[in-house]
């Protein structure tokens, strides 16, 4: 039947005759004319978010944006990415716990990625590479004493001098390095890859005074004409104990043993030789006293759940086949004519946790028992002296008191790493010097540090970012930390992480080698490519060829995407299909 | 150059001659091997093709129709419940009068689960405004792709090529492959009237409304009507050139018959066989083998069948609480003829059931003996 013909004049737009009618229906323009984005009531919104890792690193590196470097091969980009906010890549790649990996989101998906490995692989690669720190661009004025050269010391030195002050480092050891050098063993942390590091801070004109004690070669007076104080000395006073032979020949403490092992002293141990403790200094002490020849026992008096030292380091001690007792306490220290001839001991049994939430030995009356040893190695915790201070500056029992921002009760006066209240890592102690270089470079702007220290944090968990500082921080959805839940996993492949390589067990406790080993370029590939990027866009693409309005374009100066708004009907698909929750979604905009 | 190829194979050999441009396609049983084949031959260069994979014959059909959209000449191909899920897309295709060209390798659709030949899939989308080709052989199936393009270019309409899973998809014959240059000659590249243009924007099947919408469906009829003289033009055009044609029918064996047997795809060339062993005893009977079923040939069957007094009409395929579809068809077409022949309906080898020489022959007997059929399809070699 043939259209009636009164049925034309409704229609908006002219018909085209029968002859010239398309064969199927046909627009006479394109769409650009429907605005589709009238029709919206929830916005997608481009906000890069904080990846877990930022929050959990307390040296405060940017590990998404070095990951996201490593994985375009910008393997010197990534160093200079990471040594923005740390000057020890290649320290902290052997000895950081990496609690960045226990905030990793992939350990939701597979295994957390080898971010540790990775930023070792990068120190090394810059290292081989010749690559150097850049002079500061422009000199401030200010002169800051930093007192002590271990990692916070090392830390606050570095990022003061980037900034452009002159910075001298007063230490008391011959060498620079601290507990790095004097405690650490070289079976984790080679003394050449602590020189190079040092070396390499030393270069941006920091200047140096080595066996130079407080209130012995240099007095606390003497500082006065300085802008600013910085005390990071540590805790290096060993908590004796407090039973009988314990001053007799062959008794020590972990910290004086290492430190004579490091210095390369002679040490004679004996055969026999008891490690007390469950801690750090007590598995380096032990795993040192091997290398030495001797055969360590370690004597812990909870179980091994209860050890506070890492479990890796526990796990490397055990396939060394280094011996272990738990559930016993030492009791008193058997001595011969003042020497060691063995240690008494009680068992104990595991009561319930005391006030700070771990449970408490109980000793079993009458359940003595003596040890035959020739050395005693006492290793159950370490103090900060306080000797060499001014007595106005205000203590607590066991660490310096300071404010938000690391001041001392003195004021210019500033304290960081173990000699603080806080967590006795090296990269604890390399971000509390960095708090302290902004703390110290605001107060002498005359700026607020407290506020200065806000800006630059790194989510909630006191993780303190220098690149922020220098940006005058992000605004506040930046803080929101991405949730394994806000990704999209579909566009992720599993892909499990390479083991580290460590060297044979029967090939380690000859010597002092190195026990863990490097990756390959190849796999620090993999493991970089591994990174899910989490929060940050690394342009995908995905949010590009998803949305079916074509309202996302890629901005033409390579930052990112852009939302034409005219067109955006608010269907929120680039937002469901982002891999790593990097796009928000407003409502009502 | 002869070659011993199965249908399947025969098929993609016809698309490389056609130089298909894009090709998207989900496997499904017994379609398969047509686009592994074509996936090897646009991986090795054979055919310049993009061969999109996807995750449903939906999409298969979504990314080809889109891609004729934009002026490519297009293939898919798929079998049963394939076909099935791209129905929707099927009306988009047609209604978007887009040439896309399809070959669906006839198989049955459960429940219950079979992967073996009846005619039940393509049936049920005979409304969906496709050309629909029955083929017979693995020659006439490479040949009726290159003769669907040019068809389907011509009257902008797709066009379904059908084969019988497993009885031509896998079986090997003798094909004669033509020429690529004598292919290019017989079929110039697709030049369309309309394609997307992101520099002259036009949205394609945009609402068409209640003052418009039935003038497109009445040129879509249109074009089914011109399709039909298409078909056979270009099948006379394909045969002066390569020296074989099918026509509407396929072979119509009609020495003044008066029983004839009507039927689609390769059970013809078993019923063939039987006619001429029956016409040897001196039976009047003849075979009219219905090649094109889409556009139905009305008109042409009412000639070629009115000097019959019977037909009998074997479906592999059957339309539940009716009968057989293309019996269906049939009796329509003949009821407006003054002296009408009488029309038997059989209902033979659904889900791959053999239909044996046997059968066929059962099937003529009972056609010859009996006046007039009893108002029932009758099912052939029904369990007791």
Redesign the interface.
């Known amino acids: 039947?043939k259209?009636k013909k009164q049925?034309?004049k409704?229609?908006p737009l002219p018909?085209p005759k029968?002859s010239v009618?398309?064969?199927?229906?046909?627009?006479?323009?394109?769409?650009?004319g429907s605005k589709t984005g009238s029709w919206r009531y929830l916005t997608p919104a481009y906000i890069n978010k904080l990846a877990p890792c930022n929050e959990a690193c307390p040296a405060g590196e940017d590990v998404e944006a070095v990951m996201a470097l490593a994985g375009q091969e910008e393997y010197l980009a990534a160093w200079e990415k990471t040594t923005q906010e740390n000057p020890l890549p290649r320290i902290c790649g052997r000895v950081c716990f990496h609690p960045c990996e226990g905030a990793c989101n992939r350990r939701e998906f597979d295994e957390a990625t080898a971010i540790n490995a990775l930023e070792r692989f990068l120190g090394d690669y810059a290292y081989q590479s010749g690559k150097q720190f850049s002079p500061p661009k422009e000199k401030r004025k200010g002169k800051v004493a930093i007192i002590g050269s271990g990692p916070a010391g090392l830390s606050c030195a570095y990022h003061l001098a980037s900034l452009g002050y002159q910075v001298t480092i007063f230490e008391g050891q011959p060498k620079l390095g601290g507990v790095l050098r004097y405690g650490i063993p070289s079976y984790r942390l080679p003394k050449d890859i602590l020189d190079q590091e040092i070396e390499n801070i030393l270069s941006l004109g920091v200047e140096v005074r080595t066996d130079t004690r407080l209130g012995k070669e240099v007095t606390w007076k003497a500082l006065k004409p300085y802008s600013a104080i910085f005390i990071a000395t540590g805790a290096w006073k060993s908590v004796p104990l407090q039973i009988p032979g314990e001053e007799a020949g062959r008794v020590m403490s972990g910290l004086e043993f290492l430190q004579k092992v490091n210095s390369g002293e002679t040490i004679k141990l004996g055969q026999r030789v008891a490690i007390i403790g469950g801690g750090n200094t007590a598995m380096d002490a032990a795993r040192s006293a091997l290398r030495l020849g001797a055969k360590p026992l370690v004597i812990y008096r909870r179980t091994k759940e209860e050890m506070p030292a890492w479990e890796e380091e526990v796990a490397e001690a055990e396939e060394e086949a280094i011996e272990f007792i738990f559930l016993i306490s030492p009791v008193k220290i058997i001595t011969e004519s003042g020497k060691v001839k063995g240690i008494e001991c009680l068992k104990n049994l595991l009561g319930p946790p005391g006030k700070d939430g771990r449970p408490q030995p109980q000793p079993i009356e009458g359940s003595n028992f003596i040890l035959q040893v020739d050395t005693v190695i006492s290793a159950i915790g370490e103090v900060p002296d306080f000797s060499f201070l001014p007595e106005e500056m205000q203590k607590s029992a066991g660490s310096l008191i300071v404010n938000e921002t690391g001041t001392t009760s003195m004021p210019k006066v500033f304290a960081g790493g173990d000699v603080v209240a806080q967590p006795r890592t090296v990269s604890y102690a390399i971000g509390s010097g960095k708090k302290a270089a902004i703390a110290i470079e605001a107060t002498l702007q005359g700026k607020d540090a407290a506020e200065a220290l806000r800006q630059a944090r790194w989510g909630e968990k006191g993780s303190i970012s220098m690149d922020r500082y220098k940006q005058g921080g992000l605004d506040g959805p930046a803080e929101e930390v991405v949730k394994f839940s806000e990704l999209n996993t579909a566009y992720f492949q599993p892909k499990k992480r390479k083991p580290r390589e460590k060297l044979p067990a029967a090939e380690r406790t000859s010597g002092f080698a190195e026990v863990n080993l490097g990756i390959s370029r190849e796999t620090a590939l993999e493991e970089a490519k591994r990174c899910f990027n989490c929060g940050v866009c690394n342009l995908c693409h995905n949010c590009f060829l998803f949305c079916p309005d074509m309202a996302i374009s890629a901005r033409p100066d390579q930052q990112g995407y852009a939302i034409n708004l005219d067109y955006c009907k608010g269907c929120c698909i680039c937002v469901e299909e982002c891999p790593r929750g990097a796009i928000s979604v407003e409502v009502g905009k | 150059m002869k070659k011993l190829l199965t249908g399947n194979s025969a098929v993609s050999y016809g698309v490389m001659l056609s130089r298909a441009e894009v090709i998207s396609a989900y496997p499904i049983t017994p379609q398969t091997t047509i686009v592994e084949e074509l996936s090897e031959m646009c991986a090795d260069g054979r055919l310049p093709a993009k061969f999109i994979r996807v995750e449903s014959e939906h999409s298969a059909l979504a990314c080809v129709t889109a891609a004729c959209a934009a002026g490519a000449r297009v293939f898919t191909a798929t079998s049963s419940h394939g076909l099935a899920y791209m129905h929707e897309m099927l009306h988009w295709a047609s209604g978007s009068r887009l040439p896309v060209v399809m070959v669906n390798a006839n198989r049955a659709i459960g429940s219950p689960w079979n992967i073996w030949c009846d005619h039940s899939d393509s049936l049920s989308q005979r409304d969906t405004g496709w050309i629909q080709l029955y083929c017979q052989s693995a020659q006439e199936a490479l040949d009726t792709v290159i003769q669907a393009y040019k068809v389907a270019e011509e009257v902008l309409l797709p066009v379904m090529i059908l084969e019988d899973g497993f009885f031509l998809s896998h079986t090997s014959d003798t094909v004669d492959i033509p020429e690529p240059k004598e292919v290019d000659a017989f079929l110039p590249p697709y030049k369309p009237r309309y394609k997307l243009d992101p520099n002259d924007p036009h949205t394609f099947n945009i609402m068409a409304d209640p003052s418009v919408f039935i003038d497109f469906k009445h040129e879509a009829q249109m074009a089914m009507e011109k399709a039909k003289k298409a078909i056979t033009r270009v099948d006379r055009e394909f045969k002066a050139r390569f020296g074989r044609g099918y026509g509407w029918a396929g072979k119509v064996h009609l020495p003044d018959a008066e029983v004839v047997l009507l039927t689609m795809g390769t059970t013809a060339s078993t019923a063939l066989e039987v006619i001429k062993a029956l016409c040897q005893q001196g039976k009047k009977v003849g075979l009219c083998r219905l090649r094109m079923f889409r556009p139905f040939p009305a008109e042409e069957l009412c000639q070629v069948l009115s000097g019959a007094k019977k037909i009998a009409v074997l479906d592999r395929d059957n339309s539940l609480g009716a009968g057989g579809i293309v019996a269906q068809e049939v009796k329509a077409a003949l009821f407006n003829l003054p002296r009408r022949p009488k029309v038997f309906e059989f209902i033979a080898g659904l889900g791959g059931r053999d239909i044996t020489p046997e059968d066929i022959q059962e099937i003529l007997e009972y056609t010859i003996k009996n006046p007039s059929p009893n108002g029932q399809p009758l099912w052939v070699g029904i369990q007791k």
């Open positions: 039947m259209k049925g034309k409704k229609l018909l029968k009618f398309p064969p199927f229906s046909l627009s006479l323009e394109g769409t650009l």
